[in-house]
């Protein structure tokens, strides 16, 4: 008889190069390391969203013993038909395998859990929290109030914050408060062996990017989205081109709704020939290795992935100074912050972390290994598997 805790994890979509992001690669990794002798493990992405990268996640997943499946394609004409046809396929695969625990990572799967909730077999349901902003469903008034205010606190049986600010901010909702359903910290984490191992490019044009081989590479990933501050970013690097002699190129890894209106803004700064697009990519760790600093240009952020999959890798890194972002960097110790959305400082910053990069100790280099280190996906990994433990004994 099998004794193991089923859980099911629920993301966005398979597509972790494009609208699954950060959060889907969090999620996968954690499926992952999650002990198979305790766990019975399935992942479920809401949507199929078309893209060639899903199969070969899911192809993955499944190869190693992970049961990864998508609920419904996506439909973007009908997105409300999209959302009940992903929780119609759910229901019925849980029908299929009943589950012990439903684990969101998701605005939209926090939903899907809520209505899963309603159904028979599925008694526990929790969410973990990745968004920095402070506030949920910032565009929408009525959902923030109905789902994140009032449904949220009283429905799901933990929340999960993944940094001390997201939980900060969970905590002051005024039903929260009042029925102490606290929110939990467990901070985001990565798959350390696929950075550490990585040896650093010195020529450049190794990269296959039509780079040169002495150029300075100032590199970031994320979603083309407004949160990650690409618009000031590349304010910044118009600026750093015009100041520096040297060599210079900026690399942005990712796609998003922005990359259009990026691409434009690139063209009308006349810097195209200094910053590429990359578009989604597969091998984020081989970039890595030609990058000379990572910047994280964010308005705002959960707790970032990137920056630690920069400092996993060895490469210096330069965030703004935001709430996610504090509590990854200690200035002059792992990385440097700088003042958000100010163009102006952030091109000051990366011209004199340029100029200076030959001189960059190699301590502060160590410090962020260090970081992201205590950030493994096998050390959280660990403490979900406590905190689904305590639910089971609960039963």
């Known amino acids: 008889m099998d004794n193991r805790l089923r859980v099911l994890q629920i993301i966005y979509s398979f597509d972790i190069e494009g609208s699954g992001g950060g959060v889907a690669r969090f999620a996968i990794a954690l499926s992952h390391a999650l002990d198979k002798d305790l766990f019975d493990v399935s992942i ?10 899903e199969s070969l996640h899911l192809n993955e997943l499944n190869s190693l013993g992970v049961k990864a499946f998508t609920a419904a394609s996506w439909d973007e004409k009908n997105p409300y038909l999209s959302l009940w046809k992903s929780y119609q396929g759910l229901r019925t695969s849980i029908k299929k395998s009943k589950v012990d625990i439903v684990h969101s990572h998701s605005e939209f799967s926090d939903i899907v859990s ?19 902003y402070p506030i949920e469903w910032r565009k929408r008034y009525i959902r923030r109030v109905i789902l994140s205010y009032i449904l949220y606190p009283l429905l799901f049986s933990k929340e999960i914050g993944v940094a001390r600010h997201v939980v900060k901010n969970m905590d002051r909702r005024w039903l929260a408060k009042l029925s102490n359903h606290n ?13 550490a191992i990585i040896d650093h490019i010195s020529d450049k044009s190794k990269l296959g990017l ?42 942005i890894i990712g796609t998003g709704e922005l990359a259009e209106t990026l691409i434009k803004q690139a063209q009308k700064l006349n810097i195209s020939d200094n910053v590429i697009f990359t578009g989604p990519r597969t091998d ?17 952020e959960g707790f970032s992935t990137s920056v630690l999959e920069a400092m996993a890798a060895g490469v210096p890194v330069l965030a703004t100074d935001i709430p996610g972002n504090r509590e990854l960097v200690e200035p002059g110790i792992n990385g440097w912050l700088v003042t958000s959305r100010n163009p102006d400082a952030l091109a000051q910053e990366i011209i004199h972390r340029i100029n200076t990069r030959i001189k960059i100790k190699q301590e502060i ?30 039963k």
């Not at 479920?44 to 990268?53: F, H, P, V």
Request: net charge positive; proline share 2%.
């Open 114 to 132: 809520l209505m899963l909730k309603l159904y028979p077999g599925v008694p526990i349901i929790m969410r973990t929290l990745h968004n920095g």
């Open 284 to 300: 984020i760790e081989f970039l890595l290795s030609g990058m000379d600093l990572f910047v994280s240009s964010s308005y705002w």
């Open 210 to 251: 039509a780079i040169p081989n002495d150029a300075v590479v100032v590199g970031t990933i994320g979603r083309l989205r407004i949160e990650k501050g690409y618009e000031t970013l590349l304010e910044a690097a118009a600026k750093v081109i015009q100041q520096t002699e040297r060599s210079i190129k900026f690399i």
């Open 44 to 53: 479920c992405g809401l949507w199929d969203t078309g893209k060639e990268t």
């Open 365 to 394: 280099i160590e410090q962020g290994r260090k970081v992201a280190f205590s950030h493994s996906i096998e050390s959280v990994a660990k403490q979900y598997q406590s905190l689904y433990e305590s639910f089971n004994k609960k």
């Open 183 to 195: 929110a939990i910290l467990i901070h985001n984490a990565i798959n350390i062996g696929k950075f």
